[in-house]
């Protein structure tokens, strides 16, 4: 099945741009969403469909993906910000599709 | 204000069954296929099992299948999973999750809009 790969932790300054990739094979083919989990809570959306941002989430989230990797960007970053974030596609591929989720990535600010 | 609550979980004995309940509210829940992920202490989130709107599709991760069960009731805006023959790796929360999707040049994407709170199912002696 399709691998999503996350680096474990990134650190950010308050103010600062926060960064986190999320890599697979020829991802550019593929639409990837994100996910933030802050610690005790459940998940939210905050990126869908590479670049695009649900209601009620800040202009400060923004996703690209091109080539092998997917980019979480997330600027100004607040205490508020840190938590846990998931990449995750849907994988068609095979007799068996489903969602497919990155190992995460702990942001810590 | 849409919202999925899951139910349920609880301390069950390793062999023993569960049956986790997920209500929608303030959406059209049988307009949307539904979903359950698991996420283990101190670990990542892992798609269980998706069901189509009507019940008639339904898919299991493959470490999901044979003692994981999902089904719907629409007309209690209802999902459930039964889990059988638990085991302590089963231990998680479990999340109930509705999915969106696009259809783009003939792929489908699909992504989870909605989450729960999540049920912690605890498997222990």
């Known amino acids: 099945s399709y691998v999503l790969t996350q680096p474990p932790s990134v650190s950010v300054a308050p103010g600062q741009t926060a960064r986190i990739t999320c890599g697979g094979n020829n991802l550019r083919n593929e639409h990837v969403h994100w996910y933030q989990q802050r610690p005790g809570q459940a998940p939210v959306l905050v990126v869908y469909?590479?670049?695009e941002r649900p209601s009620g989430i800040p202009e400060r989230f923004s996703g690209s993906n091109s080539g092998n990797t997917a980019t979480l960007t997330i600027r100004w970053v607040e205490a508020g910000d840190e938590a846990d974030y998931y990449c995750q596609v849907w994988d068609s591929r095979g007799d068996h599709p489903g969602w497919v989720f990155g190992g995460g990535t702990k942001l810590t600010v | 204000e849409e919202k999925v609550v899951e139910s349920g979980g609880g301390l069950v004995k390793p062999g023993g069954s569960l049956r986790l309940s997920c209500v929608g509210s303030g959406f059209i829940f049988s307009n949307y296929d539904m979903s359950w992920v698991r996420q283990a202490p101190g670990k990542g989130l892992e798609w269980v099992s998706s069901i189509s709107t009507g019940g008639t599709y339904i898919f299991y991760a493959d470490s999901f299948k044979g003692r994981f069960t999902t089904s719907r009731d629409n007309a209690k805006n209802s999902l459930y999973l039964q889990i059988d023959s638990l085991r302590a790796e089963d231990t998680a929360i479990y999340y109930c999750a509705r999915s969106a999707n696009i259809v783009l040049t003939g792929s489908i994407h699909r992504w989870f809009d909605s989450w729960g709170q999540g049920t912690l199912v605890t498997v222990s002696a």
């Open positions: 469909h590479d670049d």
